[in-house]
């Protein structure tokens, strides 16, 4: 058995207390009035001596803009890195230029700095519940492929998998949040939207209320959650039962319960994504999108079990597990940090190479604004991954793997932020306290949750018909 | 001089194995081991040293992405940039995206043939080639140990005979 060391668990814990001080301090640094932002604009158009856009953080912004036309657009561009979210933010579509320090363009500010701090905590949120849920789907996957050499890590994923209802939970809150107009990070949901006479009336969302609506998306949003949490329960519960069982009873529950799971899944993950991070963009739709999400957190969450299972290995826990269950791990995160690359450029290519305005919007204005993100995310999550894990050798090194899993995990947080960042916070976005504390607090709850949820097993599942051979197991 | 060899034949892989582990713990050097089919971990048992055709490729995969590169920068930026619908083709960066399924296929090509060419060369293989293999029976279900003899007949005979091996020759090689 597994005892939580005293050490971990008050690192876990002093993760989550600084990052909720990471997160409190950005709902208290939101302007509280489109007066305030007005004011702030001023005085950075004086500094700056009357420069085109208003924060420091835009210089980056702006002259991508001057250097880019020829690439873009140039007036879909317009439209979209300055109107995109007015629907929803009450206001006509300004001209960039002529009436870029007028009322309209404050309050659009406004809106986007009070989005932030919602924001920030989205994405870490949504970041650490995907890899939770792709471990239990791994999980599955291994149980329903009857694979051999997994067994030894059954309990380390089963353990990984009971961050799944903390996570979820907070999801969920957020969610709701959102449904009940406490936050605003879903555009389609500001009322008026679906309404003809508004003055932010929007055909486009309108003609896709049958599917964006806040009654039917909250149900949705339950049902998943739900549907996976439950499968989880169950799962564990015979993982457990059949540590001591006689007959095998268990085991082909198990691999019932994981099939059925694995079709639910699918149907969900893909569902999932279009309801909580492609509707952040409403105008905007791409069908592979369901799969790229699925691989940026399928990719995460090999690295996570792979670092879980270096760490416990590192304190003498998996006395079973070799270094030929390390290379097949680094072996599934080198192939789906391909995988990710693949759907990624696939996704990127076609909308680039056809560059129609209504899809062609969604790059230009993360390669805009984004653009240091945006394009760090090609050697975080495909050069160096692929540099250091196609070496046979250093696939079953530890530290190799560990070094690896690190800027992987950095890689995928950061296509998760460029994902939800440009749609609720635009040009406005700023790697400071709230996404540090929002990831600070993440990972403190993965921890604790994890590591308790481990040390309630014991490492080994018994029972379990394939044991010897991946106690064996030897590449 | 005569070059003399001892040909032991087995009929197991199991046996082919263990006879191969007495052999070199004996320190007698084998001359080559005959299989109808790869026998996990023969390779190691015998001490022969780990291939390197994974780093050749990777080195033609490299010269694969780089041909790519240069082609499509020379023929569609340097030689005759025209306006195809609508591309960017002021600098090779700019049109990147389009060229990415060419240097995947070419970096896959080169990788991928250049390594069965240095594959068939090595191991040297060509059509119309002479088979080498020192009895017909080693195709189908028997497993051949090929040892020098230097003045040490008997011995080696014995050794062998211990290790099971079903029929021993002694063969003259020119």
């Not at chain 1, 590192?314 to 270094?323: A, I, M, P, R, T």
């Amino acid at each position: 058995m597994y005892q939580f060391s005293g050490k971990l668990k008050t690192i876990a814990l002093a993760l989550m207390v600084l990052g909720a001080v990471g997160i409190i301090s950005g709902f208290l640094s939101t302007p509280s009035s489109v007066e305030e932002v007005k004011e702030q604009l001023h005085h950075a158009q004086n500094a700056h001596g009357g420069h085109g856009e208003a924060k420091v953080e835009h210089h980056e912004a702006t002259d991508a803009h001057a250097d880019h036309h020829t690439e873009a657009s140039h007036d879909t561009h317009g439209h979209d890195a300055h109107g995109h979210a007015d629907e929803a933010h009450h206001e006509a579509a300004p001209s960039h230029g002529e009436e870029a320090h007028g009322d309209s363009h404050a309050e659009h500010v406004f809106h986007q700095l009070k989005n932030r701090p919602w924001a920030a905590l989205y994405v870490a949120c949504m970041f650490f519940f995907g890899v939770t849920l792709l471990v239990l789907a791994f999980n599955a996957i291994q149980r329903v492929a009857q694979a051999g050499w997994s067994i030894v890590l059954f309990r380390v994923m089963e353990g990984i998998t009971g961050n799944l209802l903390p996570v979820t939970i907070i999801l969920l809150v957020l969610l709701l949040l959102g449904s009940a107009h406490v936050h605003h990070l879903f555009v389609w949901m500001a009322p008026g939207t679906v309404d003809p006479t508004a003055a932010n009336y929007d055909a486009i969302i309108d003609g896709k209320s049958w599917w964006l609506n806040v009654p039917g998306w909250t149900i949705r949003a339950i049902v998943y959650i739900a549907g996976w949490n439950i499968y989880r329960h169950l799962s564990r519960k015979a993982s457990l039962a059949q540590d001591n069982a006689t007959d095998l009873v268990n085991y082909t529950k198990n691999f019932k319960m994981s099939v059925a799971f694995l079709a639910f899944f699918l149907f969900t993950e893909s569902m999932m994504s279009w309801d909580w991070i492609m509707s952040l963009d409403p105008h905007w739709f791409s069908t592979l999108f369901g799969w790229y999400v699925l691989a940026t957190f399928l990719v995460s969450a090999v690295t996570v079990i792979a670092m879980v299972t270096v760490y416990l290995q590192s304190k003498g826990h998996l006395e079973y597990v070799n270094d030929s269950h390390i290379h097949d791990l680094a072996k599934f995160m080198f192939g789906f940090s391909v995988f990710w690359t693949y759907l990624w450029f696939s996704q990127f290519m076609l909308i680039w190479y056809a560059d129609m305005p209504e899809e062609t919007t969604y790059f230009v204005q993360r390669f805009e604004e984004y653009k240091l993100p945006f394009l760090l995310m090609i050697p975080m999550n495909f050069i160096f991954p692929i540099l250091v894990l196609i070496n046979s050798d250093y696939k079953r090194i530890p530290n190799f793997v560990i070094g690896a899993g690190v800027v992987v995990l950095l890689g995928h947080y950061t296509d998760v932020f460029i994902m939800i960042m440009p749609a609720t916070v635009g040009g406005e976005w700023f790697f400071g306290l709230p996404e540090i504390g929002a990831i600070l607090f993440f990972l403190g709850l993965f921890i604790y949750s994890v590591f308790t949820s481990i040390s309630k097993a014991p490492l080994l599942a018994k029972g379990n018909p394939f044991l010897h051979e991946s106690e064996t197991f030897h590449y | 001089m005569s070059n003399k060899v001892v040909h032991a034949l087995y009929n197991d892989d199991d046996i082919l194995m263990d006879a191969v582990k007495k052999v070199k713990e004996k320190h007698i050097h084998i001359e080559d081991v005959f299989t109808p089919f790869p026998v996990h971990g023969l390779d190691k048992a015998m001490g022969l040293p780990h291939t390197k055709l994974a780093i050749t490729a990777f080195l033609y995969g490299l010269t694969g992405l780089s041909f790519a590169i240069w082609m499509t920068n020379y023929m569609m930026i340097q030689d005759w940039p025209q306006d195809i619908g609508g591309k960017p083709n002021f600098s090779w960066f700019l049109n990147m995206p389009a060229f990415v399924p060419i240097m995947f296929e070419l970096t896959v090509f080169f990788a991928a043939h250049l390594m069965v060419i240095t594959f068939y060369m090595r191991s040297r293989i060509w059509p119309f080639k002479a088979a080498e293999n020192p009895d017909v029976r080693t195709t189908d279900d028997h497993f051949l140990m090929e040892i020098a003899i230097h003045d040490n007949e008997e011995e080696l005979k014995s050794l062998l005979s211990e290790t099971g091996a079903v029929e021993i020759n002694v063969i003259e090689k020119h």
